[in-house]
T-cell receptor, first 116, second 111 residues
C-alpha cells in the first residue's frame, strides 16, 4: 500500500511570510496527525483529526497555525505569519484509529521548513 | 516539561555487539511505550512496543525491557548491524492520549 505522502519536501521562506503544507494519508486511515520536530527534539503533536473533526489541538499555536482536513482525507497545515522559531520538520502521520495501543501511526517523510 | 527523556544523544557501537538505548519517563499514567527508528530524510517508522502489563517484548534482534518502578525502558539490539545506524525515538502514551516522544538517540554501528 502507498505510504503517507507530503509536499513540499523542503521550503525556505522569510519571516512574516505564509506557508502551507499538504498531506495525503494512507487510504482508509481515519486518524491524521501533524507533528512539529525541531532540530534536536522529538516530534511534538500539533493537531490530531478523527475523520474531519479535531480531536486534539492543544499544542497548536492558533494565532498563527491553522489546519484542516477536507472530506476526512487530505489535510493542509498553514502558518501565517511565520516566525524564525517555526523552522522545523513538519511530519504528517495517519492511523486506522486513535488509540496508540491498538493502531500504529505511519509517518510521511516530512516537510523541512526554514524561516530566515 | 519533558515527560520522556533520552539522555544519550548519541551512541557508537561496533558491528556484532549489543546496542542498548535508554529512555526514562516521569508520567506514571503512561501504559504503552514504543520505539521508532528514523533514517535521514524519512519519517519515523515503528520498531517495537511494550505495554505496561509486560516487562519484556522481543522481536528478532530487538528487545524492549520495561522497569515500571524505575520508570525506565531500554531497547537492546543484538547483534548490531550497520543498517541499524539511525536515530531512535522512545515514545509513550496513556490510554487514548497522544504519543509523547523523547529527543532521540543517534546510533552509529561501525564495522
Amino acid at each position: 500500500e502507498a505510504g503517507v505522502a507530503q509536499s513540499p519536501r523542503y521550503k525556505i521562506i522569510e519571516k512574516r511570510q505564509s506557508v502551507a503544507f499538504w498531506c495525503n494519508p494512507i487510504s482508509g486511515h481515519a486518524t491524521l496527525y501533524w507533528y512539529q520536530q525541531i532540530l534536536g527534539q522529538g516530534p511534538k503533536l500539533l493537531i490530531q483529526f478523527q475523520n474531519n473533526g479535531v480531536v486534539d489541538d492543544s499544542q497548536l499555536p492558533k494565532d498563527r497555525f491553522s489546519a484542516e482536513r477536507l472530506k476526512g482525507v487530505d489535510s493542509t497545515l498553514k502558518i501565517q505569519p511565520a516566525k524564525l522559531e517555526d523552522s522545523a520538520v513538519y511530519l504528517c502521520a495517519s492511523s486506522w484509529g486513535q488509540i496508540p495501543l491498538l493502531y500504529e501511526q505511519y509517518f510521511g517523510p516530512g516537510t523541512r521548513l526554514t524561516v530566515t | 516539561d519533558q515527560q520522556v527523556k533520552q539522555n544519550s544523544p548519541s551512541l557508537s557501537v561496533q558491528e556484532g555487539r549489543i546496542s542498548i538505548l535508554n529512555c526514562d519517563y516521569t508520567n506514571s499514567m503512561f501504559d504503552y511505550f514504543l520505539w521508532y527508528k528514523k533514517y535521514p530524510a524519512e519519517g519515523p517508522t515503528f520498531l517495537i512496543s511494550i505495554s505496561s502489563i509486560k516487562d519484556k517484548n522481543e522481536d528478532g534482534r530487538f528487545t524492549v525491557f520495561l522497569n515500571k518502578s524505575a520508570k525506565h525502558l531500554s531497547l537492546h539490539i543484538v547483534p548490531s548491524q550497520p543498517g541499524d545506524s539511525a536515530v531512535y525515538f522512545c515514545a509513550a502514551s496513556g490510554g487514548y492520549n497522544k504519543l509523547i516522544f523523547g529527543a532521540g538517540t543517534r546510533l552509529a554501528v561501525h564495522p
